[in-house]
C-alpha cells in the first residue's frame, strides 16, 4: 500500500501547453488578416514656397573674401581686419543695402570667418549672408 501512494507521490501533473501556443498562433493570424488600414489624409495645410531672399535696394551688398589663411579681401584688394567696419559703413553711408555677404575658402580656419560675424552684429547688419568658395580670391 505504501508502495502505491509513493508512486503517486513522484507522479506530477504535467498541463501540455502546445495547442495552446497553437491557437494564440491562429488567433494572431487572424486578427493581422483582418485588420483593416485606414489611409489618414491628415491635415490640408498650405506650405509656403521658399523665396530667395532679395534686398531692398538695388545695390550691391559688400562682398568680403576670406582666403585659406584668413586674409580679407574687399573689392580684389586685401584689406586689414581693422577696415572691415570701415569698409561697411562706407558702402552704407554711400547708399548701399549694407548688407554682406562673406565668401570664405573651404578651407579658412572658422575663427577668421567668426571674427567678420562679429564685426557685423556690433555694426547691427541685418543681412549676412555666408558661403563657401573653393578659392576665396576668385
Known sequence: MK????ERET???EINISPLIDMVFI???FFIVTTVFV??????????TPVPPTIENDSEPVVLRVSEGGSVYYRNREIAKDAIASAIVNERNGGGS???I???????????VSEILDICSALEVEKVVTKTARSATE
Not at 508502495?3 to 509513493?6: E, H, N, S, T, V
Not at 562673406?102 to 579658412?108: P, S, V, Y
Open 3 to 6: 508502495g502505491k501512494q509513493r
Open 11 to 13: 507522479e506530477s501533473a
Open 27 to 29: 488567433l494572431l493570424i
Open 39 to 48: 489611409d489618414e489624409s491628415g491635415l490640408g495645410i498650405d506650405t509656403p
Open 98 to 100: 549694407g548688407s554682406v
Open 102 to 112: 562673406i565668401e570664405a575658402h573651404e578651407r579658412t580656419k572658422v575663427a577668421a
